[in-house]
């Protein structure tokens, strides 16, 4: 099967610089201003654009009404601009090698037939989501909130590959890379590592998304899929697994992909942590779908704020919702759960009472008690990881 080029131009990515005389703080919610490309990729809907090469594109926040997140929809996050623009399923394998006894290089029909068949839904979210909220900025695309999005994946369990591969003993790591592979010979190509502990059940190498082949830009043909976790991990056009019995010094595990090994896991810009760890599971997160910071409502109309909530998979208890700057918070109504990995919808019923500037905030809690700071609450780190904070719009009320 042949997928023809995508790209046409490239977009510089500038590198955001701290110097140590800024001041330490963070203020205010995630850039809500960003506006919708005219042009669409091919198997997209027009999102935000932020470089076409590599592809950086961020989905809308009013798609997050539903728990299940359109292919065309889906957000987009390359590292190189060299990304094949075909693939040959015909010709397409996976392999797996190193400490093993029965090495394998697997077909896309093979891995169809020959294994057992799972789906699982989960959400899929880029470490750096909603890094835009950080100040002073940091480096690395400036997200606003939706570099984020739920889907369907089916595939196959990666235990039951790695139980045909016959693990040596002492194997302990598995080493993954896919074709997202650097422009030049002296830049790192992307890759991860995963401790074989931490395969679950639930890890899969899928080749379809909510029904449909993997789109190109979402890693066709076969992608990781590690619910939980965030999507740094989740390697795109997998193409090969490396066994070990120890850890390997890899540039996207050591240098990139890290934030301060403490409690708050925070430092300052004058003060960097000397000691840091990989990103690794998703924390307690909402984000408000309708009505949007653009929205006008008509006041004494009845309006039905929906939107999501999510964590790393101990599951969503409640989602609180305040009108009044968070002095007091009402339950939303939760829809059914999909999945504990996946998007819990809320919606929530109200009447502005009377006109000029409303902010609605959203909170949720998961079933382990962890909630959602306030974003004034929430303390820097270098890469602008992992921010969670109460999501909010402000409508105008006429």
């Known amino acids: 099967m042949q997928r023809r080029d995508f790209f046409r131009v490239s977009l510089a ?70 990304i094949p623009t075909q693939h040959y399923l015909s010709v397409y394998r996976l392999s797996i090698h190193g400490d093993v006894n029965n090495p394998l290089s697997i ?66 790591w598995l080493g993954l890379n896919g074709s997202d592979s650097s422009i030049l010979p002296s830049a790192p190509s992307f890759s991860r590592e995963l401790e074989i502990h931490e395969v679950s059940d639930d890890v899969i190498v899928a080749y379809e998304m909510n029904g449909e082949e993997l789109p190109f830009l979402n890693g066709y043909p076969l992608r990781l899929i590690i619910p939980g976790m965030y999507s740094d991990s989740w390697v795109k056009m997998l193409t090969q697994i490396t066994v070990s019995k120890e850890y390997k010094e890899i540039f996207f595990m050591d240098t990139a992909y890290r934030i301060p090994d403490n409690e708050c896991e925070c430092e300052t810009p004058d ?42 998979g101990s599951g969503i208890k409640e989602v609180l919702i305040s009108l009044d700057n968070g002095k007091t918070w009402n339950n939303a109504e939760l829809e059914d759960e999909l999945s504990l990995y996946a998007f819990r919808v809320f919606k929530y019923a109200f009447k502005p009472m009377s006109k000029g500037k409303l902010t609605i905030m959203a909170k949720a809690v998961n079933r382990l008690g962890e909630e959602q700071p306030f974003s004034s609450d929430i303390q820097w780190n270098h890469g602008g990881y992992k921010y969670n904070g109460i999501d909010s719009v402000t409508i105008k009320v006429g």
């Open 271 to 312: 003060t960097l942590a000397v000691k840091t760890k990989p990103i690794t599971t998703m924390n307690v997160k909402s984000l408000i779908g309708y009505p949007t910071s653009y929205s006008k409502i008509d006041v004494m109309s009845n309006v039905l704020l929906k939107g999501v909530a999510f964590d790393s």
């Open 107 to 172: 077909s896309m029909e093979s891995l169809k037939n020959d294994y057992e068949q799972v789906e699982i839904t989960t959400v899929l979210q880029c470490g750096g989501n909603s890094r835009s909220a950080f100040k002073p900025q940091t480096s690395g695309i400036q997200w606003g909130s939706g570099a984020m999005g739920c889907a369907k994946f089916k595939g196959v369990r990666l235990k039951d590959i790695l139980k045909k591969a016959d693990l040596k003993d002492g194997a302990s």
């Open 13 to 82: 990515t500038a590198a955001l610089i701290l110097t140590p005389t800024q001041i330490f703080a963070l203020t205010g919610q995630p850039t809500n201003s960003r506006k919708v490309s005219e042009v669409s990729f091919p198997q997209k809907k027009p999102l935000i654009t932020y470089s076409d090469r590599p592809p950086l594109l961020e989905t809308p926040r009013g798609a997050f009404t539903k728990a299940i997140t359109d292919n065309n929809e889906f957000f987009v996050r390359w590292h190189s601009p060299k």
